[in-house]
């Protein structure tokens, strides 16, 4: 089973389209691993899907405390995400993307600037070959994002002058991506996106909340998914923002 | 002192410009550290520094195994970079950079791709308060890399077309790098690049030897340092191919 499709059946089954993002504050690894299964204890009846960085994996270590929320978000039947950004050379590349999938992540995420040839296509090699998922990121949520993401360039065949988030959209088409992250914090830009990809490739969208994000505007722009860390894991009451977050998406998502 | 002074230092000290970069094939952890160690023993004395990726943090754990290289390198007087190519949002970017500081590298490497401001900004904050350095992506080695590195943008105050390594280069500028990136198979750009940064940030080369780059082309196009791997790590006799790697390096700088 693909992972759009095991996304798709875990979001249908779970009445969620929530992925949490698991980026807490800096504090030591054993409490940091802990925090991270309470939250996860409190939370993941509202959600479809995990997502973890570097945050936890840099203290914790990949086969140590990072494999066990691994093991525990599979034991409650979610897939889980690894939010590490691919975008080095090709041996390097396929050697992050295998460590993550052995830990067993169902997907990673990986940037399209690096391009295919000695780039990306041994990450997507490696995901077909281990039955898991590459999404990319076509545009981020923080204001910087303009720079890169939002910057206009030359298409190489036509010489037309298009947006960089517009190439990597089309990428996400070609190179056959699992997903493709667009910020919420730009909510033209996933409507400008969602026309490119239609239903092929799902958007993610992180910075609802904390970031600045309209749920609304993300949903009805066209994202399946919200990526969703500080205003859950913040929260005064994260279960009572979670299920309030999965049910404003989720009335959105019925209007589609 | 700035890491780019120390860099300085170490190569006038130990009458090399090259810089090992530890990207040793995947193997069982013990094995890999043990490798890494073995390693630097026969060759640190033809290295002005070392650098580390995600071949080793991954699967020895930065506070384990990691730490250990990182403290033997420091021992022989050597600086270390962590070349992590951060590339996230701003409080993910700034939580990877601390990790690795703390851990004690010199230096982490980032993709200016990702901009300033919620992005690149705080990395180069922390490593001010921490007195280490950040290296910027400028051109990298791999074929695909003219997809992102070589593309043409418009410059948004001029709406001029330029190359996006262009735009990086200035950036390196402006936001005081330590050091640049460009690849060694590519001179030409290597050329162009240094005319733009002449020697207020030094370029650090990879991709001589296995990926086909020349070091003479390398070095007299005007970069400072050379990052060799595997031309070492594979190489049949890895004293021999340093040694001669260094002292084909220094022939040609003296020329310049």
Redesign the interface.
């Known amino acids: 089973m693909s992972f759009q499709l095991e996304m798709d059946r875990s979001a249908k089954k779970t009445g969620s389209n929530i992925v949490l993002a698991l ?1 807490l504050p ?1 504090d030591q ?1 054993s409490r940091l691993l802990s925090k991270s299964i309470k939250t996860l204890e409190m939370v993941h009846t509202y959600l479809c899907a995990v997502k973890m ?3 936890l ?3 914790l ?4 405390g990072v494999q066990q929320i691994v093991k525990w978000t599979h034991d409650q039947g979610l897939p889980i995400i690894m ?1 590490c ?1 691919i ?6 590349n396929r ?2 993307a ?3 999938y052995k830990a067993g992540f169902d997907a990673v995420t990986a ?11 041994p990450v997507f090699k490696t995901a077909k070959q281990m039955h898991r998922g590459v999404i990319l990121l076509v545009y ?9 993401y939002g ?4 298409e ?1 065949k036509t010489e037309r ?1 298009i947006h ?1 988030y517009v190439v990597f959209a089309k990428k996400a088409l070609s190179w056959n991506a699992d997903g493709a992250v667009v910020g919420a914090t730009y909510p033209e830009k996933i409507r400008e996106i969602h026309a490119i990809l239609k239903n092929q490739v799902p958007i993610y969208s992180p910075g609802v909340g904390a970031q600045g994000g309209s749920i609304e505007a993300a949903i009805t722009a066209g994202a399946r998914y919200l990526i969703v860390g500080r205003s859950i894991t913040f929260a005064e009451n994260p279960v009572e923002a979670a299920k309030f977050i999965r049910d404003t998406a989720n009335q959105f998502l019925k209007e589609q």
Request: aromatic residues 8%; charged residues 25%.
């Open positions: 980026d800096p690894p960085n570097r945050q994996v840099l203290p270590g990949l086969y140590d939010d950004k975008n080095d050379v090709g041996h390097t050697a992050i295998e460590h993550y940037n399209p600037f690096v391009g295919w040839d000695g780039g990306l296509q981020m949520s923080h204001k910087g994002a303009e720079e890169g910057q206009t360039v030359q190489p002058r960089q």
